[in-house]
């Protein structure tokens, strides 16, 4: 079967974890900076766009070279075999990018890109005019750098993040992706308590509850690459199947997410409606300050407002102090917060046990993780 280079585009600072969910679908990979290589046949793009939790999107290498002339440019891009991938009627877009190159008006590289495609096309498919480009959508990426130039097609569409249970979002909604990545960097497993005390729409719980009950993160959505014609659509129908067959639909969760604003908490009620935990979810309007449990062993994951708007920072500089109050009794429970906030630490009167950079977007955070006590052994 036709093996592909394909590449698992990353946040910055998910690589490593996006590695291991390619590794865990069988596939051997390298990371690099923003992404992870692998190959695979058909069934692997049908795979990583249906479980990868983490990546952004999943794109296919088709060709890499360098380029310093529109002339080369042109040449390289038409001696690859397009036909391969393209059918006759395909509706090709080219998208573009350039950094440090010599050719780095974007405009123009995609233009070139796109005439040179045409070009080995009419040849292929023995036209002599223009495509009508009425049938699948293939998007395709010309990206440079350092005068390397990378021709990409992308299989996923809509980014990854988008699982299709999203009804309603606030104003600056956590990342799914980031969100499942944050939960897996915990010790979180399914037998544990999960709270999220600053739920917002209820991503972080959400996820949880997929990961809890293993629901892979593609199963509500469509890919682009469904409709293409060399990917046998039992190849599709196979990887959903083998999806129902895996997932946990019974396994019991407590999980709840809570929040000071009303019409977030309704948000999130919504969504987890969406995604079909309505019945397994606690959400519940409440300050953070305010959370008691008598449970043990569980796990907090919080994502609390950063006060980086101008008056913020005396309420937000106090919210971390209650925090490290409030959660200090907590000593058998595990806590992770994501915050840009440097002086997390000295607010919240402890020293995490680790911390890890990642990007919530373009704000470079840190997520602090504080490790409670081990629960007994059996004796």
């Known amino acids: ?52 939790r983490t990546a952004d999107r999943i794109k296919i290498k ?10 080369e440019l042109f040449e390289k ?31 123009d590289c995609q233009a070139i890109v796109k005439k040179a495609i045409v070009e080995r096309l009419k040849r292929a498919y023995s036209r002599t005019s223009w495509f009508d480009e009425n049938g699948p959508l293939f998007k395709i990426e010309v990206a440079i750098l350092k005068d390397v130039v990378t021709l990409t097609l992308d299989t996923s569409g809509a980014g990854l993040h988008k699982r299709g249970y999203r009804a ?7 990342k799914e992706t980031l969100a499942a990545a944050l939960i897996q960097l915990t010790n ?29 993160p593609g199963f509500n959505r469509e890919f682009i690459s469904e409709s293409w014609p060399w990917i046998p659509s039992q190849v599709w129908d196979d990887i959903r199947n083998e999806a129902e067959d895996v997932a946990k639909y019974d396994q019991p969760l407590d999980i709840s997410g809570y929040d000071i604003d009303h019409r977030m908490v309704e948000m999130a009620k919504a969504n987890s409606f969406e995604a079909g935990f309505a019945d397994i979810i606690n959400f519940k309007q409440m300050q953070a300050k305010d959370f008691t449990t008598k449970k043990e062993y569980g796990v907090l994951v919080g994502n609390p407002p950063y ?13 971390y102090r209650d925090l490290g ?13 994501l915050t840009s906030d440097e002086n997390f630490e000295n607010l919240y009167g402890r020293q995490a046990t680790k911390k890890r950079k990642l990007f919530n977007g373009f704000i470079k955070t840190d997520y602090y993780q504080y490790w409670g006590k081990r629960p007994p052994r059996n004796s």
Request: charged share 25%; glycine share 8%.
């Open 188 to 216: 979180w497993t399914p037998d544990k308590p999960f709270v999220d005390p600053f739920c917002g729409s209820g991503t972080i719980p959400i996820e949880a509850a997929m990961i809890g009950q293993n629901i892979a």
């Open 62 to 71: 088709i060709g890499e070279f360098k380029a310093y002339t529109f002339d």
């Open 1 to 52: 079967m036709r093996k592909f280079e394909l590449i698992a585009t990353a946040a910055m600072g998910l690589e490593a974890i996006v590695a291991k969910e390619v590794r865990d679908l069988g596939y051997d990979c390298t990371v690099d900076n923003g992404k992870v290589l692998f190959s695979g046949d058909v069934n692997a793009i049908a795979k990583a766009n249906m479980w990868l």
């Open 168 to 174: 309603e979002q606030g104003e600056a909604p956590l």
């Open 307 to 319: 006060g980086e708007r101008i008056g913020e920072k005396a309420v937000v500089d106090q919210l």
């Open 325 to 337: 109050q409030v959660y200090g009794n907590l000593d058998t429970w595990s806590i992770y917060i």
């Open 77 to 107: 891009t038409k001696a690859i075999p397009w036909e391969h991938y393209l059918p006759e009627n395909a509706e090709f877009p080219v998208s573009g990018k350039s950094l440090k190159s010599k050719l780095f008006s974007v405009p």
